[in-house]
């Protein structure tokens, strides 16, 4: 059984009201909250249930190797780019491509930093926006992208343009602005054409103007109310990411670095090949969702953060200037302490959008993306592990192939999976600070959605273990009676008949 | 019909098509660059007939009533891949009673196997989505069947995704025909029928099939695929982005010297 935090689990749920949030609305995929509230309204229990199941893990398996990269990433639709470069990272272990020519890797990363930019766009201007600019309980009629289109053009003008352009970004360089083909195990299938080059180059420095702008918003509404942007949601808590060997920000490649809740670094320059040893990915009985921790600090002590807030926080420096510019100043913010409050998610995540603008347009400067050389091999290998900075967070794919070059096992721990505990515990902090003792509104219930959604969550993405899940059949009659259960526990046993 | 100088042609819907004695509806009209879809015709192939794709009507009637009103006759409909081109034959094609039976085929094709297209390394090179796409299937219209079936990788190089077979025998025909080897053949009847290996232990790596065989390079749809390539052609190049299958399938039409 693993740890039950503060508020996930109350002692008598049979004699409390429940209030379910269902669907959480302005994120991707499907989830819903139930609070438990006593006659007072007083907050018993709070929980982020992933309903839907994708099972991804389980239908790889058998499936030719080389197949991946573009099976996996249908697994999303918002960041399919993430998931079919880490599987390509990994499958380049499998063909002994290890190290990919200068052109693949550019190619690869001008992908990546493409869907960085349309994803955090898209999130903030299209999901978060309404929130920020209108108040968590504004109209709710009104508090959408055409309320914020309506309200405020530029805006919703710039947020739309710039998410066009990352898609472009993609397009270009894998085929598709969604589910393209451009990474395959050992390189890339193309590279850019001159005239690709100067299509995306004669737009970038207007993205880099615009992704600052985007970083000034967010950091003047910080600003103007630190009570409640620099604790709202707060979850003090490990943060994990990817960094580059000198410790500055890299969303493609890198090693691990955690640094506890108080900044200290815990672990620094860690391989992820050895990330099944240094995390454990828990199941509670009512998520579709695992719970992974760090796991020499245990699951009560040892569930992380990751995403924008914990990288920007993670890294040393950040390579582009604009960026570290701005990153010096959220730092600054801190006063020389971590900001654990979920909206600092926002302000990251603006931060790394400026970042992949500045990247994109140095990448299209660069000669190499226009080379011939594609593609590498060397000795075949049987287990490949690809680990990448997505935009929600640390995503890791790992996977094992037969002789036969089928694969035999795969593992996806996704970004939204490793930051389940920690949106958990933001729910819970909300529910706590805003709904305890209050008559629950719609206006209240939006504040636990605006806690989710700070960590962008990708719920369909995550929901992929098969077998592994604690399930419960129930044979109903027609009259609504519970006949007769089936229920599979943590460790897998199954217990037939009704507790 | 002559065309006056003892060229024999026949009518394809509007068109006047010539063609040599022995010839098929099929290669005449392809060799014309007129386009009768297909999926198991190959030009160097024995005719084999068994798709459908290319059933056309020949020699429709229109007669005249009591009343005054038109009836149309519907003539024999045949497959264009067997049936020999006779001179002036009136062959329907390009119909809408046609195209809608040629996309009832194509759906039933795509709900009968796992046929899926996003994941599949032959996709915009697949004749079967490549029809689909030129007849307009918006939908597979059935309901799935959702068989059960294996993927044989015991061969070193060429992998067998059975999930995709739409039992054209082009590669049954390319082994025996062209390589000589006899390497795949159909067994089972009906909805149980489906593409084996011709080796004790049924497996393909058993076989003496080699990646440059011709029954190696056929297939139409994703069965028959080589190992660790995919993928490799971006999007935009693939065989079925630069030009419609109608406009592929001209480029394999038999020239005379071949007939």
Redesign the interface.
């Known amino acids: 059984m693993m740890h039950q935090f503060e508020l996930e689990t109350a002692k008598n749920p049979e004699d409390l009201r429940r209030i379910v949030i269902e669907p959480v609305s302005r994120v991707e995929g499907h989830g819903k909250v139930t609070i438990l509230l006593d006659d007072d309204n007083k907050v018993h229990q709070v929980r982020l249930h992933i309903v839907e199941f994708r099972g991804f893990e389980k239908f790889i398996e058998?499936?030719?190797f080389?197949?991946v990269?573009?099976?996996v990433q249908?697994l999303c639709g918002i960041c399919p780019v993430s998931h079919h470069l880490a599987a390509s990272k990994a499958m380049d272990m499998i063909?002994g491509g290890g190290v990919l020519t200068p052109t693949a890797e550019k190619i690869r990363r001008l992908m990546h930093y493409g869907q960085m930019l349309q994803s955090h766009a898209l999130h903030f201007f299209h999901l978060s926006s309404p929130d920020l600019l209108f108040g968590f309980d504004s109209d709710v009629a009104k508090r959408n992208i055409v309320g914020v289109a309506a309200a405020n053009p530029d805006v919703a003008k710039k947020g739309v343009l710039l998410r066009k352009f990352g898609q472009e970004v993609i397009r270009v360089t894998?085929?598709?602005r969604v589910?393209?083909?451009?990474s395959?195990?050992g390189g890339v299938?193309?590279a850019l054409t001159p005239e690709e080059r100067d299509y995306l180059l004669k737009d970038a420095d207007q993205m880099v103007a615009w992704s600052r702008d985007a970083v000034r918003i967010i950091k003047q509404l910080h600003c103007q109310n630190p009570a409640l942007y620099d604790t709202f949601g707060n979850v003090p808590a490990t943060m994990m990411s990817l960094v580059a060997p000198d410790g500055t920000m890299d969303f493609y490649h890198g090693a691990l670095r955690a640094r506890d809740q108080s900044g200290e670094i815990m672990f620094d320059q860690v391989s992820y090949q050895g990330y099944n040893t240094l995390l454990t990915e828990g199941v509670k009985p009512w998520s579709y969702m695992k719970f992974p921790y760090i796991t020499n600090l245990g699951d009560e002590k040892g569930w992380y953060k990751v995403g924008p807030l914990a990288r920007v926080q993670n890294c040393d420096s950040i390579p582009t200037p604009l960026a570290e510019e701005e990153r010096k100043e959220f730092i600054a913010h801190g006063d020389g302490k971590p900001m654990h409050g979920s909206l600092g998610f926002h302000w990251a995540r603006m931060i790394e959008m400026l970042c992949a603008a500045e990247t994109i347009k140095s990448l299209l400067l660069d000669p190499d993306v226009l080379g011939k050389d594609l593609m590498v091999s060397g000795p075949r290998a049987y287990e490949g592990i690809g680990v990448i900075e997505a935009p929600r967070g640390t995503l890791f794919h790992h996977y094992r192939v037969d002789d036969?070059?089928?694969v035999t096992y795969a593992n996806l721990i996704v970004s939204t999976t490793n930051n389940n505990t920690a949106m958990n515990v933001a729910v819970r902090d909300v529910a706590k600070k805003y709904l305890n003792g209050n008559e629950v509104t719609e206006g209240l219930l939006n504040h636990i959605e605006v806690a989710i959604r700070c960590f962008d969550p990708c719920l369909s993405c995550a929901t992929h273990a098969i077998g592994k899940m604690p399930l419960e059949v129930s044979l109903v009659d027609a009259k609504g009676t519970v006949i007769d259960c089936l229920t599979k526990d943590e460790s897998g046993a199954m217990r037939k008949g009704m507790a | 019909m002559s065309n006056g100088q003892d060229t024999k042609t026949f009518f394809l819907d509007d068109d006047e098509i010539p063609f040599e004695e022995g010839q098929t509806i099929i290669q005449a009209a392809l060799t014309a660059g007129k386009y009768i879809p297909h999926l198991c015709y190959h030009p160097e192939f024995k005719p084999h007939g068994s798709c459908k794709l290319c059933t056309v009507r020949i020699d429709s009637r229109t007669v005249a009533t009591e009343d005054g009103q038109t009836v149309k006759i519907p003539g024999r409909a045949a497959a264009s891949c067997t049936t020999p081109a006779q001179a002036g034959q009136h062959v329907e094609s390009e119909v809408p009673e046609l195209l809608d039976l040629r996309r009832t085929l194509v759906q039933m094709l795509l709900v009968e196997g796992n046929h899926y297209c996003?994941?599949c390394?032959k996709s915009g090179k697949c004749m079967l989505q490549g029809l689909a796409y030129d007849l307009g299937v918006m939908s597979p219209h059935f309901p799935q069947y959702f068989s059960k079936r294996e993927?044989d990788?015991?061969h070193p190089d060429i992998?067998l995704d059975f999930n995709r077979c739409i039992l054209c025998e082009l590669c049954v025909r390319a082994s025996a025909e062209v390589d000589k080897k006899g390497v795949f053949s159909l067994s089972g009847r009906g909805n149980t029928k489906h593409l084996i290996c011709n080796s004790e232990s049924g497996e393909l790596g058993d076989t003496n099939l080699a990646a440059t065989d011709k029954a190696a390079n056929v297939c139409p749809v994703g069965v028959i695929?080589h190992?660790?390539?995919?993928?490799?052609?971006?999007?935009?190049q693939r065989r079925f982005d630069t030009a419609p299958i109608s406009d592929n399938a001209v480029q394999y039409a038999p020239v005379k010297e071949q007939v």
């Open positions: 058998g499936r030719p080389w197949e990269p573009v099976l249908r063909v894998s085929g598709k589910h393209g083909t451009g395959i195990p299938n193309k036969d070059d089928l | 996003p994941s390394e993927v990788a015991t992998l695929l190992k660790r390539h995919g993928f490799e052609v971006p999007y935009g």
